[in-house]
């Protein structure tokens, strides 16, 4: 038996340009979403999504990828709360999912970047 780490597999992510390329490409009738999306190194479900949002405006497809919107902690404020979190547990002190919440919601008020939904709720939301 081999003794081999194991390793994550990260699709890249392909670029602006090759995903508008692809998206002219099917919308032009030259090749279907199955052989395009091989041919580019794009998932299937995603081109097609991509394609069908291209399909309804009149306009010119301009790729405009929407990452991280969702993003209310910074990445050194969220590898902090991390850190806390795995410090605690550590100790014996692990919070429930609903004490990190909270926890994650008095963070995020004391830095005022607090959501509305969370203000109104006085806690944070799963994600």
């Given amino acids: 038996m081999s003794s081999q780490a194991s390793t994550t597999k990260k699709r ?3 670029t602006t340009a090759a995903i508008e390329e692809a998206v002219r490409e099917v919308i032009a009738g030259h090749q279907s979403i199955n052989k395009t999306a091989l041919m580019f190194g794009i998932s299937r479900a995603y ?5 069908k949002k291209a399909k ?3 306009k010119e497809y ?3 990828p929407n990452i991280g ?3 209310i902690f910074s990445k050194t404020q969220e590898d902090l709360l991390v850190s806390y979190l795995k410090t605690a547990s550590k100790m014996c002190h692990g919070l429930t999912k609903k004490q990190t919440k909270e926890l994650a919601f ?3 008020e004391a830095n005022n970047i607090c959501p509305e939904k969370w203000m109104v709720d006085k806690t944070a939301s799963v994600e």
């Fill in 62 to 64: 301009m790729h405009r």
């Fill in 47 to 51: 081109l097609a999504k991509i394609v």
């Fill in 12 to 14: 890249l992510r392909p």
């Fill in 56 to 58: 309804a405006t009149d």
């Fill in 106 to 108: 008095q963070y995020a």
């Fill in 69 to 71: 919107n969702k993003r």
